[in-house]
């Protein structure tokens, strides 16, 4: 019902989007987040989106250079990323909850997961 698409190959301090499709109906999205997982290490929390009202909250890690936002008409998500760096090289994934409060960061706590898209910043 999610699928992440918009990953590739940037250079260090290059920018890129991430778009999010949520097929079908979005009746199970109160909040809508972006995740990622590096080689090697843990699911961490990058940026989430209340579906209706567009509030926003972030990692500190991506604060000031990552925005997220939503189109409902298009039942859409995006990331879009500045400045990015080597770090920020990861898997980057949706998710979404219809409860959860966009503070949420625990990835267990959201249900309902698209699949994967790589990011990649060189150096």
């Known amino acids: 019902q999610l699928q992440a698409s918009g990953g590739g190959l940037v250079q260090a301090g290059g920018s890129l989007r991430l778009s999010c499709a949520a097929s079908?109906?979005?009746?199970?999205?109160?909040?809508l987040a972006w995740f990622r997982q590096a080689p090697g290490k843990a699911r961490e929390f990058v940026g989430s989106?209340?579906?209706?009202?567009?509030?926003?909250y972030y990692a500190d890690s991506v604060k000031g250079r990552f925005t997220v936002s939503r189109d409902t008409g298009k039942n859409t998500a995006y990331l879009q990323m500045y400045s990015l760096k080597p770090d920020d090289t990861a898997v980057y994934y949706c998710?979404?909850?219809?409860?959860?409060?966009?503070?949420?960061?625990?990835?267990?706590?959201?249900?309902?997961w698209g699949k994967g898209t790589l990011v990649t910043v060189s150096s």
């Open positions: 998710a979404a909850d219809r409860t959860t409060s966009i503070r949420q960061t625990i990835p267990d706590l959201y249900d309902y």
């Open positions: 079908g109906t979005t009746f199970y999205i109160y909040t």
């Open positions: 989106i209340g579906w209706t009202s567009g509030s926003t």
